[in-house]
């Protein structure tokens, strides 16, 4: 989730003049241009989460109905759609306050002062993929769960398709789905994992769509067991190497130098990418092109960014307080589904980062 772009911040960062020299404005404008860049740039970084101000939806729902046979006397049983739930989305607020002494700022140089709020960025990053890992690899829903920053209204957050007797929606042939059985939190079947377990994980989230491209996320501890199950993956060509005409490979280039944050090949129809936030023992996949399955939600539209919040002065001390509102929520319960390879029953990873 790191990004690379080049902004304001980093000229500040490059002074050793003192932030009395630099001029205390000159300062925090480069610094109020590199949050503006830093919001922008995390936007774009999940592409599996829609933005909205919605706080709950409706979801799932059997639309199948059966044409039943009659005689000329007859008369079908009436049928009915099997009712949706609903689906609500967190909202959280976070905040971090810097501050320095009066003197700090005749002392400091812009390196200094731009480092703290590179770290400031860097938390907000890190809370960022924590609520994402949070939403997406807890198999429990949280009923009841208090909307406290609004006017304290109860929603049901849910997971994933966890067996929670929850109607789901039908397949694209017609497939109906027992909602008290159907999860999308599995585990390695064997011993060891094994190419067919990933398979049924990519299984259980096509076997819902039509359409997409479908991508799985792996942590880059498990790169070398994926790329090792030549029959169902084709590894992407290092941009490097000129390959071989005899050679079977995907039609995609592997970025040679970010190594945990890149696409590897196709396994079984589906993108591969070495994801850094990823846990180690899991897997994720999700097909882009059909409704995400997270959401983010945000109070109203750009309220979940990375904002001042408030500056306060009280000689000698002063404060910048930055903060940030959103929430992941699971919103498409099926675009969605976790392996856990590190034993044959799932079991949630420890999340503190």
């Not at 909202?91 to 140089?109: E, G, H, I, M, P």
């Not at 890149?262 to 993108?271: L, N, P, Q, S, Y």
Request: hydrophobic letters at 40%.
């Amino acid at each position: 989730m790191a990004y690379g772009t080049l902004t304001t911040l980093d000229t500040l960062a490059a002074s050793q003049q003192t932030i009395a020299d630099i001029g205390e404005d000159n300062a925090f404008r480069a610094i109020d241009a590199s949050l503006q860049a830093h919001n922008e740039i995390m936007r774009s970084l999940v592409p599996f989460a829609e933005m909205t101000t919605d706080r709950q939806r409706r979801y799932g729902g059997d639309d199948n109905m059966s044409l039943d046979e009659v005689d000329e006397f007859g008369r079908g049983d009436a049928q009915k759609i099997a009712a949706g739930v609903t689906v609500g989305f967190p909202l959280r607020l976070f905040d971090v306050s810097v501050q320095w002494t009066r003197k700090y700022f005749q002392n400091a140089t812009g390196a200094e002062l731009a480092a703290q709020f590179t770290a400031v960025q860097k938390a907000h990053r890190k809370r960022v993929i924590r609520e994402i890992k949070r939403a997406i690899f807890t198999p429990t829903n949280t009923d009841n769960w208090v909307d406290r920053l609004v006017d304290h209204v109860e929603l049901d957050l849910k997971a994933l398709v966890n067996a929670d007797s929850a109607a789901i929606p039908s397949g694209p042939n017609g497939e109906s789905f027992d909602g008290a059985t159907h999860t999308h939190y599995l585990a390695r079947a064997g011993g060891s994992l094994a190419a067919s377990d990933i398979v049924a994980l990519l299984e259980t989230v096509r076997e819902h769509y039509n359409s997409g491209q479908q991508m799985l996320y792996i942590n880059r501890a498990q790169e070398a067991a994926v790329r090792a199950m030549d029959a169902n993956f084709t590894a992407y060509l290092d941009a490097r190497i000129v390959g071989s005409v005899t050679e079977n490979q995907s039609r995609g280039t592997l970025a040679p130098t970010n190594l945990y944050n890149r696409a590897i090949g196709v396994f079984d129809g589906a993108e591969v990418w070495v994801k850094p936030w990823v846990p180690a023992n899991y897997m994720f996949t999700w097909i882009d092109g059909v409704p995400p399955p997270l959401v983010e939600r945000e109070r109203r539209a750009g309220s979940g960014n990375l904002v001042l919040a408030a500056e306060d002065e009280a000689y000698p001390l002063r404060a910048r307080t930055l903060e940030a509102e959103f929430g992941f929520g699971v919103w498409n319960r099926t675009n969605g589904a976790v392996l856990y390879t590190g034993n044959t029953s799932y079991s949630a990873p420890t999340i503190t980062d």
